[in-house]
């Protein structure tokens, strides 16, 4: 009987080990499992217990799963420490910033080749200074995966995952990219849950999805899963570029289904194969337009958009004005308001006004409207027929024709372009100009001869991919890097030095930082003093006001800090809100908040502006902006 026993136990502890995968993970925490982003700061003891329950969470979802594993905080890690483990988890930054551009800092080296799996926005965080495609598009991800692709390794072991499918209705928001790039969503579609909770409902990190635009325009990526959210049904929730792997949900395991607990092992397993990999293409310039752009343009310039756009103006009037009158009979009944619905009072809502089709064409296209007119049928031609033809513009958002292959009559994305360049290299004068451009516009080679040029070309055809978010480039499939073609310094190189003059200009806004604030003191009439802040918003841009319960967007919040002897004087005023498709109302051009104060006394007045900037087809990260000013 012992020696029976003996042999059970033996057995059991052989299935035990064989549970365990034998891999070196290391986790890199210090995030907390609460949301704190866009939300008034958190209490730092309740913030350090977070961080530590969800490091200590992992920590023991890992250990159960895997031999080898390690569990440190962002800011004692060093990039040379995943050198030594099969697999990195990001679910902090490596290193803290105070700065408002901390997250545009450069965590990792851009030629880091370690395996690692990013948690939600440390995708961005981390991975935007080195190219990563999986950016933020927004941070709306939450708790159902869908359009997953079944036969993924992921989904199929070692770790066995059990999806319990359901079908669920399409979201909303996803209707309104539909109309945009011409497809047809259904009603419902197949979805599976990842976590139990919903994070803008409880308070816990939310998680993130990427652009799907231009994503799997290189070898180097695939969409694995698309997820329940506030963007466009492909909008990426779990993905992968080069060695870094996107997991855009943020539910630490505990919270976890256990298909999901599965997937997420399962992941991590995946990944060990792409360790000393790196992107080939890099996608430098997260705004950058891809064609589906040209897409978008085309439906913007059609009836169908400016009719649309009516009808919402109209149903945001009708939705606002029923929320005045049930804020001011709640008033004349003696009950106390919120904040919010103070807000909704100091809106100025006028019935809107129609607009003709003329108009809306021609704010919205000036250039093209001088040619066009109001004639919809020539902008979707104008756009058809110059598709093959667009690149971005020097700051990457805009679109607009290359000239030279025009021209030619050969599209960009077709490598004949190359092959033609090269011809007219070879021609010498006028057409050499031509050659030379177009190779170096396209390319990341710079060639002395026309037979350098060709040498290349012929050597690396078969296996020669064009990106768009990979900055409109012909790349090699390649990580071998004695071959020419894929070094991005290249560009670095060949940018103008910024002047480091002392005369800086007043901040202006553009696409990379569409939002400028301004803060100063100004005296009234009456002998008070007021604070003013004025935000100017970059053309297709906007800020968010009042946000709909069901969206998942980021106010705008301001906080005023008073310094002994001052207090506030009334409310604190807003500029004019714009109308969306919800109860949600942006800030968009200039606008000033202005908040009177009175009292005596010398100090600091402390002004903090929280925001988030969207556009039409992305959000950015949220900022926080903080000015001093002296009284």
């Known amino acids: 009987m012992k020696r029976i026993f003996s042999i059970f136990i033996v057995i059991m502890m052989a299935i035990s080990c064989h549970a ?59 990039p040379e420490m995943s050198k030594s483990y099969d697999v990195t988890i990001f679910d902090g930054k490596p290193k803290d910033s105070s700065s408002d551009d901390a997250l545009k800092t450069s965590l990792l080296p851009f030629d880091f080749d370690c395996a690692a799996i990013l948690i939600a926005e440390m995708s961005e965080v981390i991975g935007n200074s080195i190219g990563s495609k999986n950016d933020w598009f927004c941070l709306c991800l939450d708790n159902y995966a869908l359009g997953w692709k079944k036969d993924h390794p992921i989904f199929n072991g070692p770790f066995k995952v059990n999806i319990v499918p359901e079908i669920r209705p399409i979201p909303k928001t996803a209707n309104e990219y539909s109309y945009i790039y011409g497809y047809t969503l259904p009603l419902e579609t197949e979805m599976w849950k990842v976590h139990e909770s919903t994070g803008y409902e409880n308070g816990q990190r939310i998680g993130m999805v990427s652009r799907p635009w231009g994503y799997t325009d290189s070898p180097d990526t695939e969409i694995i899963s698309g997820g329940q959210c506030a963007k466009s049904i492909d909008a990426i929730a779990i993905g992968r570029h080069g060695n870094l792997f996107h997991w855009g949900f943020a539910a630490k395991p505990s919270d976890m289904t256990d298909a999901a607990q599965a997937t997420f092992a399962n992941a991590i397993v995946y990944m060990k194969d792409f360790n000393g990999q790196h992107p080939i293409a890099r996608k430098l ?94 902008y979707a031609r104008y756009y058809d027929k110059n598709r093959p033809y667009f690149i971005p513009d020097k700051d990457g958002y805009r679109l607009e024709i290359d000239q030279e292959a025009r021209a030619l009559g050969i599209a960009n994305n077709d490598i004949r372009l190359l092959d033609k360049a090269i011809e007219l290299l070879e021609n010498g004068g006028d057409d050499a100009v031509i050659g030379r451009t177009l190779l170096e516009r396209y390319t990341l080679c710079r060639f002395a001869t026309p037979a350098e040029w060709k040498t290349w070309l ?69 002998g ?58 942006y800030y968009t051009g200039s606008g000033t908040f202005r908040q009177r104060i009175s009292g005596e006394g010398k100090g600091t007045i402390i002004c903090k502006v929280s925001y988030q900037a969207c556009d039409a087809s992305m959000c950015m990260p949220p900022v926080t902006k903080t000015f001093n000013l002296e009284i």
Not at 40 to 65: M, W
Not at 291 to 314: I, L, P
Not at 343 to 370: G, V
Not at 535 to 563: K, R, W
Request: hydrophobic share 35%; with cysteine; glycine share 4%.
């Open 458 to 526: 012929d050597a690396n055809r078969d296996r020669m991919f064009f990106t768009e978010s990979g900055g409109w480039l012909w790349l090699v499939d390649t990580l071998d890097p004695t071959i020419p073609g894929n070094d991005y310094s290249v560009l670095t190189a060949c940018t103008t030095p910024v002047s480091t003059e002392s005369n800086v200009l007043p901040e202006a806004t553009d696409r990379e930082n569409p939002v400028a604030i301004d803060a100063y003191l100004s005296d009234t009439t009456d």
């Open 285 to 378: 310039n997260e705004n950058i337009a891809t064609r589906d752009n040209v897409t978008a343009a085309k439906y913007y310039a059609s009836r169908e958009c400016w009719k649309e756009m009516e009808k919402t103006n109209m149903r945001f009037y009708l939705s606002m004005d029923s929320l005045v009158k049930s804020v001011k009979a709640k008033m004349d009944a003696g009950k106390e308001i919120t904040p919010m619905e103070a807000m909704t009072l100091q809106m100025p809502l006028q019935k809107p006004q129609p607009i003709p089709f003329s108009k809306y064409l021609k704010d919205r296209e000036p250039e093209l409207y001088k040619i066009f007119g109001d004639d919809e049928t020539e």
């Open 20 to 78: 365990k995968e034998k891999l070196r993970v290391l986790y890199v925490g210090g995030t907390p499992d609460i949301n704190t982003i866009g939300t008034p700061p958190v209490d730092s003891v309740v913030l350090a217990q977070s961080i530590r329950e969800r490091s200590n969470d992992f920590s023991r979802f890992l250990k159960k799963r895997f031999t080898h594993v390690s569990a440190i905080n962002g800011k004692d890690y060093t």
């Open 528 to 585: 008070e003093k007021e604070v003013v802040l004025t935000m100017t918003v970059h053309d297709g841009f906007h800020t968010y006001a009042i946000v709909d319960s069901n969206d998942p967007f980021i106010p705008t919040e301001i906080d005023i800090q008073l310094p002994d002897g001052y207090k506030k004087h009334g409310e604190l005023i807003t500029p004019a809100q714009s109308p969306s498709a919800t109860a949600t109302t």
